[in-house]
């Protein structure tokens, strides 16, 4: 059972472009986190958000927690081929939960 | 860097043998954590080590295990390799419990044949 869907599970899109993934939950976290994967490599934190409704902006992305904090999207603007990695959500309960990923390829 | 790092990187194993696996957490982290990540998926949580003692762990049967030691180094044993174990195992050191800021090392591939 997988606690956190994300959606898409792959996109690709020319440089320049918009985008937005989302990651969904039937279940409360007190805390939800995006991380950045590449090949061969272990996931890298992006942000942490914890409060319900928050946004937090990291250069060309956007992050937004849901009000009910079950839910939670990554938008970016402007897609750059060095923004190509598997993009990951996870949120603590009693365990670490992570997403199902979304693999995001930039065309330049 | 993350200063998390993870030895081996890459291992072969024969079905039914043993392994261990290591990793070293940042400085002044106290809490290391292991996940499996088969090819195409998200990580999944094996355990959690606080200040040597297990405090959490996701569903992976017995034959994972781990120790963490004095130094909050850590290891994951797998005994009784099976193919389906084939995976990039992860590492992730933090300060704190479960959804505070990890760092993770760059994993060690596991093959089992």
């Known amino acids: 059972t997988q606690l956190l869907e994300q959606s898409p599970q792959f996109l690709s899109i020319q440089e320049g472009e918009n985008l937005t993934v989302y990651c969904n939950s039937s279940?409360?976290?007190?805390?939800l986190q995006w991380y950045r994967q590449e090949p061969g490599e272990g996931p890298v934190l992006l942000v942490t958000?914890?409060?319900?409704?928050e946004v937090k902006k990291l250069k060309r992305l956007t992050f937004q927690f849901g009000d009910a904090r079950k839910d939670s999207s990554l938008h970016i603007t402007a897609a750059q081929p060095g923004d190509t990695g598997l993009y990951l959500c996870?949120?603590?309960?009693?365990?670490?939960?992570f997403g199902t990923g979304t693999s995001l390829t930039v065309i330049p | 860097e993350t200063g998390v790092t993870q030895s081996p990187t890459h291992l072969i194993k024969t079905r039914g043998q043993q392994v261990t696996l290591r990793c070293s957490s940042q400085?002044?982290?106290?809490?290391v954590s292991w996940y499996q990540q088969a090819l195409g998926q998200g990580p999944q949580f094996i355990f959690q080590?606080?200040?040597?003692?297990?405090?959490g762990r996701g569903n992976f049967p017995p034959r994972f295990s781990g120790l963490q030691f004095p130094n909050y180094s850590s290891e994951l044993n797998v005994n009784a390799l099976e193919l389906d174990d084939s995976a990039l195992y992860l590492c992730?050191?933090?300060?704190?419990?479960?959804?505070?800021?990890?760092?993770f090392g760059q994993g060690t591939r596991l093959t089992v044949v």
């Open positions: 992730a050191s933090s300060l704190g419990g479960l959804g505070t800021e990890a760092f």
């Open positions: 400085s002044g982290h106290n809490t």
């Open positions: 080590y606080y200040r040597e003692e297990e405090n």
């Open positions: 958000v914890v409060t319900g409704g």
């Open positions: 996870a949120g603590a309960g009693n365990q670490f939960y």
């Open positions: 279940s409360v976290f007190s805390s």
